[in-house]
């Protein structure tokens, strides 16, 4: 008898034009019960031409460096056909530049691709359960970025309460709904609640859209 996670895995694509990356990520991924992948694309017009007739995917690993279309134009176009697919990027790419505009594109996370093959599965599955994950490095630099300066103008007040301003920032930083409860030393329950409250408060409905807003207000 197969096990709940076998029976219901979750279901990626990997875009990647290195054969040696996309063969090793295929076959790393496929050791865990929790993960099936379901396809494989060096290039991504080709995923963006399929996506209508393949089954739908969960998430998508999306590389940023890829020929022709680049990972952000792809995620962007993604997000606005298929907007409840996941975007995962996995890249080389370090730069603010890159970071944000993956971001604003749709994408719910960003990790190095010298995340730790372990470390990996747990964000794919991070991803799964309404995380957003970004690698310590990334995250500090979209922090810097949001917080650099202040010269736009007074801020929206959005009415949030001093525990809702403390998550936010660790939702804007890519800690999932665990972490989140972990940190402020509050149930998984109360954490959630009070996400929901945050995303009612700023008329977002998704991790992307509650990042953006918080890029483009400086609300950090």
């Known amino acids: 008898m197969k096990t709940k996670a076998k029976s219901n895995p979750i279901k990626l694509v990997i875009v990647e034009d290195v054969k ?3 063969d090793g990520l295929r076959y790393l991924l496929n050791l865990d019960d929790m993960i099936q992948v379901v396809g494989t694309y060096t290039r991504a017009e080709a995923l963006l031409e399929a996506l209508p007739v393949i089954p739908k995917p969960n998430i998508v690993l ?3 460096g ?3 279309m680049n990972g952000i134009e792809a995620t962007r176009r993604i997000k606005a056909c298929c907007p409840d697919i996941s975007i995962l990027i996995l890249t080389i790419f370090e730069e603010n530049e890159a970071i944000l505009d993956a971001i604003k594109a749709g994408a719910d996370g960003y990790l190095l691709k010298n995340t730790r093959p372990d470390q990996l599965v747990e964000q794919i599955k991070n991803v799964r ?6 690698s310590p490095s990334v995250a500090r630099r979209l922090l810097q970025e949001i917080q650099k300066d202040g010269k736009h103008g007074p801020k929206q007040d959005y009415f949030l309460t001093p525990r809702e301003k403390e998550i936010l920032e660790s939702i804007a930083a890519g800690y999932t709904y665990k972490e989140i409860a972990q940190k402020h030393f509050i149930a998984g329950s109360t954490a959630k609640k009070h996400i929901l409250h945050i995303y009612r408060k700023l008329n977002v409905s998704s991790k992307a859209e509650f990042v953006k807003k918080v890029i483009d207000e400086e609300l950090i």
Not at 129 to 134: D, E, N, R
Request: proline share 13%; hydrophobic share 40%; glycine share 14%.
């Open 20 to 22: 040696e990356v996309r």
């Open 62 to 64: 999306m590389d940023i």
């Open 66 to 68: 890829l020929p022709d």
């Open 129 to 134: 359960a309404g995380g957003s994950p970004i």
